[in-house]
């Protein structure tokens, strides 16, 4: 008789665990089918999605008065800037680097003077906050011979044969005019100053661009 109840309870104890663990597995199961619904899987993973063109990763580079440079000089560029338009590194375009320098000493560096001047069309797009007049200086490097000179004082060549950062209109820079005249002898293109950089122009050139890296 004994032996008989305690099959019965080893039994019943059977069942109660079976029970258990077919509940928790329908559970999980039901768990797992709501997070693969379709329409449900950003809200579980990745959460909201942002939208805008606000770049984050490209924040103005504060002046250091330990570099021995005065607030508005050209400055070299950092490895870890990046192009707020376009979000590539200018250090590794050196030759087409230019930067921009803000009244209070804040410095935003391009790989382009495309990049720039699509800046410049638009300050508060890419650097919320700062407006066109809080800009004291640009600069853009001369592609032969590597030296700066300020942007609107600058010869670019518009249509060459030369791909640059970006593969497209990346508006190679010269500090005269000569220069320009046998870059466009040898290149092809036509000579501009930063006043013919309209928006138009910079839109089609911008809209063009393919990244080399």
């Known amino acids: 008789m004994r032996k008989v109840e305690k099959m019965?309870?080893?039994d019943r104890v059977k069942l109660v665990a079976w029970r258990w663990v077919w509940g928790t597995c329908a559970g999980l199961s039901v768990l797992a089918s709501l997070q693969w619904m379709p329409g449900k899987q950003h809200e579980v993973r990745t959460g909201p999605v942002l939208t805008g063109d606000i770049c984050v990763v490209a924040p103005p580079q504060p002046f250091d008065p330990a570099s021995g440079l005065s607030v508005y000089a050209v400055r070299p560029v950092p490895p870890d800037a990046r192009c707020p338009v376009c979000g590539m590194y200018p250090a590794k375009t050196g030759t087409w680097a230019a930067q921009l320098i803000?009244?209070?000493g804040d410095a935003q560096f391009f790989d382009s003077p495309l990049t720039l001047?699509?800046?410049?069309?638009?300050?508060g797009r890419y650097s919320?906050?700062?407006?066109q007049s809080e800009v004291a200086v640009?600069?853009?490097r001369d592609l032969r011979q590597g030296t700066w000179?300020?942007?609107?004082?600058?010869?670019?060549?518009?249509?060459?044969?030369?791909?640059?950062?970006?593969?497209?209109?990346?508006?190679?820079?010269?500090?005269?005019?000569a220069a320009a005249g046998d870059?466009?002898?040898?290149?092809?293109?036509?000579?501009?100053?930063?006043t013919q950089l309209d928006a138009a122009l910079l839109q089609q050139l911008h809209g063009a661009r393919r990244h080399m890296h």
């Open 8 to 10: 019965m309870l080893t």
């Open 102 to 104: 803000f009244r209070n």
């Open 117 to 123: 001047f699509v800046y410049l069309q638009d300050i």
């Open 128 to 131: 919320r906050g700062r407006q």
């Open 138 to 140: 640009a600069y853009v």
């Open 149 to 177: 000179v300020t942007a609107d004082s600058a010869w670019y060549v518009h249509g060459s044969d030369t791909p640059g950062p970006m593969r497209a209109g990346n508006l190679p820079a010269f500090s005269g005019l």
């Open 183 to 194: 870059y466009v002898s040898a290149h092809g293109g036509s000579i501009l100053r930063s």
